[in-house]
């Protein structure tokens, strides 16, 4: 099932965000055949200001343990982690369903 995290990182936490980087990717790769997209949310000056994930998982409990083993978490830079199930309609410019 697809699960999108969208992880909000607190104000003013770049630096932090910088130096928990490599352990972030280094975790990512470990889920690799799980992840269908990930990337950095930019704030209008183009800095990462947040994290977009969308997994396929087999329910919301595996989204819930993928979003706590993140390093990001761990270190404390996410204000908020919004965890929703998601339903594919298009993928590159055709239908999904």
């Given at each position: 099932?697809?699960?999108?995290l ?10 932090l965000?910088i130096?928990?980087?490599?352990q972030h990717?280094?975790?990512l ?9 990930a990337g950095?949310m930019?704030?209008?000056?183009g800095?990462p200001?947040?994290s977009?994930?969308?997994?396929d998982?087999?329910?919301r ?8 083993g ?5 270190a404390?830079?996410?204000?908020a982690?919004?965890i929703?199930?998601?339903r594919e309609?298009?993928r590159?410019?055709a239908t999904?369903?």
């Open positions: 099932m697809l699960f999108v969208m992880c909000f990182d607190k104000p003013g936490s770049l630096d965000r130096a928990t980087r490599p990717l280094a975790y790769q470990t889920y690799l055949n799980k992840i269908v997209q950095p930019l704030d209008q000056d800095r200001n947040g977009l994930l969308l997994i998982v087999a329910d409990a595996e989204a819930e343990g993928f979003a706590e993140d390093p990001y978490g761990k404390g830079l996410f204000e982690v919004l929703r199930g998601y309609v298009f590159d410019g999904a369903e």
